[in-house]
């Protein structure tokens, strides 16, 4: 990457703040539970909290304020970066917003402080970038679910720009994903809106609203009761469980049994076992080899979810004759409408081609009685209230005795045709809007996406071209030196009394700027211990480091000659 001559490249760890604890992960294991969390209290930040680029501030989290002080080894304060090491995409960032008060993250979320000279803003661009997507997925671990590890996370390669032009090109960069991202949600919102009219031509065409005008200049027509006189019954599958007798309404012209609800004129409450052939199907042991990859296509959810409202021509397994007779599967007619009835409850297709399917479907050969469309499209406009005609705790499944029971809002034939065409328009149009507002949400995706990349190669001009990054990095890499020198020198077990906590900060008397440091140096005989000068000035230790540098810069403290003191000019 060839970037402008002030820019440099660094990892991201070189970027830290100089504190010990300016990377962590969530607490591990046990240390934190799901059993800990509380109504309310010190907040914590999940996986599900962590969108590229934004906060995603719902489905929250807290434990009592009493944990917090034992895990404040993982907190996040406003401003900080988390990095989801787990998820879709790898390594996805964002920043801790204003005012979300005490929190910490969890395992999985790691945590980053950057130095005060580096704009977390533009860093957090920088890793929700195409490359960093491709570096995370490139150096993720495990299997099943990959992940990264903090030390992918450290080892990032990122180009840095000098102090100015950070600034500059992270304010750039927010206002056009800001732009992007209002797009994109109108675009979120378009589609919502497709799928809306979608299922309201659904309801209005099998209740009969779309054609209520039709019905009106419509006169002798057979009526749905005179049509079912008039069509031999089918014949009725093997077996099977018997229906029952409750009566469940549904929403739209699906009910279990008669509900009684009224219907358009010519219409009337059928069951469907005396319009169409009622069957499932079956699956093929998987033991045996020779039953799978035949000439005969065989049903499966995944072909239903793919082809959910549509015609299926060709399924993605298929069984051999072999596999057919060693089974209870069997061949259906094309035209053959199939329900998912299990743990994917709700898809629908109709059959273009015989074939057989799982018994995770259940299945209507309709009689001339009932148009297969009108059929699919009656199931579909039940949509999520489906879910109310089956049974089942962690997994719904519609059993059966309520399948054998299902009644329709029938049309007269005539009219089943009228409201099939008119559905049919009114979903291709749902589909058209759905297709134009996927692609104007990818578009504003690309766009960030495009423009990010661009400023990381140094594509954007700037106003500002002041300092050198490559020496910004030597002055935060001092601070670090600086900051772990201090540690190093501390007592093991020293007296808290005069280091003021993060919340008292605002009653500091003492040291508030940086001639207060060389005062303090002063009274103290003109040399003093830089870990003595922190305690003593109460600061947060990255304003504190700040601080000293700039006097170290202006010629008003400079390091002893053994490297242990401070010394006042």
């Known amino acids: 990457m060839n970037l402008p001559k002030n820019w440099t490249t660094c990892k991201f760890q070189d970027l830290l703040a100089p504190d010990p604890n300016s990377i962590a992960d969530g607490p591990f294991g046990s240390a934190l539970k799901s059993s800990d969390y509380t109504e309310s209290g010190c907040r914590v930040i999940r996986l599900n909290n962590i969108g590229a680029g934004a906060f995603v501030d719902d489905n929250k989290a807290f434990i009592d304020l009493r944990r917090f002080e034992s895990l404040r080894r993982h907190e996040a304060r406003a401003g900080d970066l988390i990095t989801a090491a787990l998820g879709d995409p790898l390594g996805r960032t964002c920043q801790v917003p204003d005012g979300i008060g005490p929190a910490i993250v969890k395992a999985d979320c790691f945590r980053s402080r950057l130095h005060d000279r580096v704009s977390a803003s533009l860093i957090m661009h920088w890793l929700n970038s195409p490359a960093l997507r491709r570096y995370f997925s490139d150096n993720g671990k495990g299997v099943g679910r990959i992940r990264i590890t903090l030390s992918a996370l450290r080892s990032a390669q990122l180009p840095l720009p000098p102090e100015h032009e950070q600034r500059e090109l992270a304010i750039r960069l927010d206002a056009l994903v800001g732009r992007a991202r209002s797009a994109k949600a109108e675009a979120i919102s378009a589609y919502k809106a497709s799928q809306a009219l979608r299922m309201s031509a659904l309801r209005a065409g099998v209740t009969g609203e779309l054609s209520s005008r039709w019905r009106a200049n419509s006169r002798s027509i057979e009526s749905a009761q005179e049509l079912v006189r008039r069509v031999a019954e089918p014949e009725p599958s093997r077996g099977g469980r018997k229906a029952t007798d409750k009566t469940i309404a549904g929403v739209a012209a699906i009910a279990v049994n008669n509900p009684g609800s009224e219907l358009p004129r010519g219409w009337a409450w059928i069951s469907l076992l005396?319009?169409?052939?009622?069957?499932?199907?079956?699956?093929?042991?998987?033991?045996?080899?020779?039953?799978?990859?035949?000439?005969?296509?065989?049903?499966?959810?995944?072909?239903?979810?793919?082809?959910?409202?549509?015609?299926?021509?060709?399924?993605?397994?298929?069984?051999?004759?072999?596999?057919?007779?060693?089974?209870?599967?069997?061949?259906?007619?094309?035209?053959?409408?199939?329900?998912?009835?299990?743990?994917?409850?709700?898809?629908?297709?109709?059959?273009?081609?015989?074939?057989?399917t799982s018994q995770d479907f259940a299945t209507w050969t309709c009689s001339p009685a009932l148009l297969p469309e009108f059929l699919m499209y009656a199931l579909m406009a039940e949509g999520k209230a489906l879910l109310r005609f089956g049974r089942g705790t962690t997994h719904t499944t519609i059993y059966f005795p309520e399948l054998r029971a299902f009644h329709i809002a029938l049309p007269p034939i005539e009219e089943q045709h009228e409201i099939v065409a008119r559905i049919r328009r009114l979903l291709h149009h749902a589909d058209v809007l759905a297709t134009e507002a996927d692609r104007a949400a990818r578009v504003a995706d690309d766009l960030v996406s495009r423009a990010v990349a661009h400023a990381?190669?140094?594509?954007?001009?700037?106003?500002?071209?002041?300092?050198?990054?490559?020496?910004?990095?030597?002055?935060?890499?001092?601070?670090?030196?600086?900051?772990?020198?201090?540690?190093?020198?501390?007592?093991?077990?020293?007296?808290?009394?005069?280091?003021?906590?993060?919340?008292?900060?605002?009653?500091?008397?003492?040291?508030?700027?940086?001639?207060?440091?060389?005062?303090?140096?002063?009274?103290?005989?003109?040399?003093?211990?830089?870990?003595?000068?922190?305690q003593q000035s109460g600061l947060p230790i990255e304003e504190f480091y700040r601080l000293l540098r700039d006097e170290i810069a202006a010629g008003r403290v400079r390091e002893s000659g053994d490297k242990e003191h401070l010394v006042a000019h």
Not at 488 to 517: E, F, H, Y
Request: proline fraction near 2%.
């Open 274 to 356: 005396r319009l169409a052939r009622q069957e499932t199907g079956h699956t093929p042991s998987r033991q045996h080899s020779e039953y799978w990859g035949g000439g005969i296509n065989w049903l499966g959810i995944r072909d239903a979810r793919k082809h959910h409202g549509a015609v299926i021509d060709r399924t993605a397994q298929t069984i051999t004759a072999a596999g057919l007779e060693a089974s209870s599967a069997r061949i259906l007619p094309a035209q053959t409408v199939c329900l998912s009835r299990t743990a994917s409850v709700g898809y629908v297709t109709i059959l273009g081609q015989p074939m057989a």
């Open 456 to 534: 990381m190669a140094g594509g954007f001009r700037t106003t500002s071209s002041k300092g050198s990054a490559s020496e910004l990095l030597a002055q935060i890499a001092d601070d670090r030196s600086m900051q772990a020198k201090a540690l190093k020198s501390m007592p093991k077990v020293r007296d808290q009394s005069n280091v003021r906590s993060l919340d008292n900060m605002g009653s500091t008397q003492n040291i508030v700027s940086g001639l207060g440091l060389v005062a303090a140096i002063v009274s103290s005989g003109g040399k003093m211990r830089a870990d003595a000068l922190w």
